[in-house]
């Protein structure tokens, strides 16, 4: 069992930054990719970014170039770096977790996913 908690979002303007972070329990988190996807009101959830336990990142095209994911092993966290933040990136994010999970096409697929967390809200401000 693995318990995600997920802290950083708030209210930004546009143009400019926030750092979300997941924190996770147990004693085999390097074994997992892990995963950050959002979701705005009266729309699905949408994938943003994972990183693999090998350390390969992805992230969506609304996102490259302005987010980047990293993770820390030892202290149990990933991190999801957003600049150049936009009224659009405006949703609820949340850190999710699967083992062993490599391939970039399911990575973005939220039900490959095992673990969430509760989720943060991020809005954007014009």
């Known amino acids: 069992q693995v318990r995600l908690v997920e802290s950083g979002g708030g209210l930004v303007q546009a143009g400019g930054s926030l750092r979300l972070s997941c924190a996770a329990s147990?004693?085999?988190?390097?074994?997992?990719?892990m995963g950050w996807f959002r979701q705005a009101p009266g729309k699905e959830r949408e994938f943003v970014s994972v990183?693999?336990?090998?350390?390969?990142?992805y992230y969506a095209d609304s996102v490259k170039g302005r987010f980047t994911i990293s993770r820390d092993n030892a202290k149990n966290t990933v991190n999801l770096q957003m600049n150049s933040l936009n009224t659009e990136d405006t949703a609820v994010y949340y850190c999710?977790?699967?083992?062993?999970?490599?391939?970039?096409?399911?990575?973005?697929?939220?039900?490959?996913?095992?673990?969430w967390g509760q989720g943060t809200q991020v809005t954007v401000s014009s």
């Open positions: 147990g004693r085999t988190f390097s074994s997992y990719a």
């Open positions: 990183i693999t336990r090998s350390g390969r990142t």
């Open positions: 999710a977790a699967k083992q062993w999970l490599e391939s970039s096409s399911r990575a973005r697929d939220p039900t490959e996913y095992d673990y």
